[in-house]
């Protein structure tokens, strides 16, 4: 794909402006990761021995954070959730609800002590906050109540679920139509002429 020729927010038809190389980037290196492990995985599933375990509280994080930014009255408002998010909240909750409805490892569970797992936002925001501001897997704990195996393990579920869904569309190379809007863009920008230039997109 030409990094250069094609800016992935455009072509959602909304009005973002993130760059997508790093998803891009993140894309290659699961694929890669999916490929050098099949094969390797063990049938053992449960505790891990010595490994140390504590309540997270969970569902006081995802609380927190519906009423933050989901809602019908959050404390945060449009504006803030897009430059936190670097997308509107219309874009994200697309996005998340067409990964959940991809793939079950999205959808919140009980455990064997009936626990009620993460919630979905809880690991696409994990996932996305990793992604937007390259911050290690580890830190999404002290907002999110997510453990850094985990969010590594959303980032992956996530990047997959994105690229299967939409990558058909999302993900091509721009055709005329794509090329017409594009340029029609730039120019309204300030760039004619200019065609997904990641230097000129704000």
Same mark, same amino acid.
């Given at each position: 794909?030409?990094?250069?020729?094609?800016?992935?927010?455009?072509?959602?038809?909304?009005?973002?402006?993130?760059?997508?190389?790093?998803?891009?980037?993140?894309?290659?290196?699961?694929?890669?990761?999916?490929?050098?492990?099949?094969?390797?995985?063990?049938?053992?599933?449960?505790?891990?021995?010595?490994?140390?375990?504590?309540?997270?509280?969970?569902?006081?994080?995802?609380?927190?954070?519906?009423?933050?930014?989901?809602?019908?009255?959050?404390?945060?408002?449009?504006?803030?959730?897009?430059?936190?998010?670097? &997308?509107?909240?219309?874009?994200?909750?697309?996005?998340?609800?067409?990964?959940?409805?991809?793939?079950?490892?999205?959808?919140?569970?009980?455990?064997?002590?009936?626990?009620?797992?993460?919630?979905?936002?809880?690991?696409?925001?994990?996932?996305?906050?990793?992604?937007?501001?390259?911050?290690?897997?580890?830190?999404?704990?002290?907002?999110?109540?997510?453990?850094?195996?985990?969010?590594?393990?959303?980032?992956?579920?996530?990047?997959?679920?994105?690229?299967?869904?939409?990558?058909?569309?999302?993900?091509?190379?721009?055709?005329?139509?794509?090329?017409?809007?594009?340029?029609?863009?730039?120019?309204?920008?300030?760039?004619?002429? &200019?065609?997904?230039?990641?230097?000129? &997109?704000?």
């Amino acid at each position: 794909m030409n990094h250069s020729n094609f800016n992935f927010y455009d072509a959602f038809d909304f009005d973002d402006d993130t760059p997508m190389f790093t998803f891009q980037v993140v894309t290659v290196v699961v694929a890669d990761k999916e490929s050098n492990n099949q094969g390797r995985r063990t049938k053992y599933r449960g505790s891990i021995l010595g490994h140390n375990n504590f309540n997270r509280n969970r569902k006081e994080g995802e609380l927190k954070l519906y009423n933050n930014y989901f809602a019908e009255n959050p404390k945060f408002t449009k504006s803030q959730f897009r430059r936190r998010f670097r &997308m509107s909240r219309r874009l994200f909750l697309r996005i998340a609800n067409a990964v959940e409805a991809h793939n079950p490892y999205f959808k919140q569970r009980t455990d064997a002590l009936g626990v009620l797992g993460l919630s979905c936002l809880q690991k696409v925001i994990a996932a996305h906050m990793i992604l937007a501001y390259g911050i290690p897997a580890d830190l999404t704990d002290e907002y999110l109540r997510i453990e850094e195996t985990t969010a590594i393990e959303s980032l992956g579920a996530s990047v997959k679920a994105i690229v299967e869904v939409f990558g058909d569309w999302y993900l091509r190379a721009p055709n005329e139509v794509d090329i017409c809007r594009l340029l029609s863009i730039g120019e309204l920008r300030g760039f004619p002429g &200019m065609l997904g230039s990641i230097d000129c &997109m704000h």
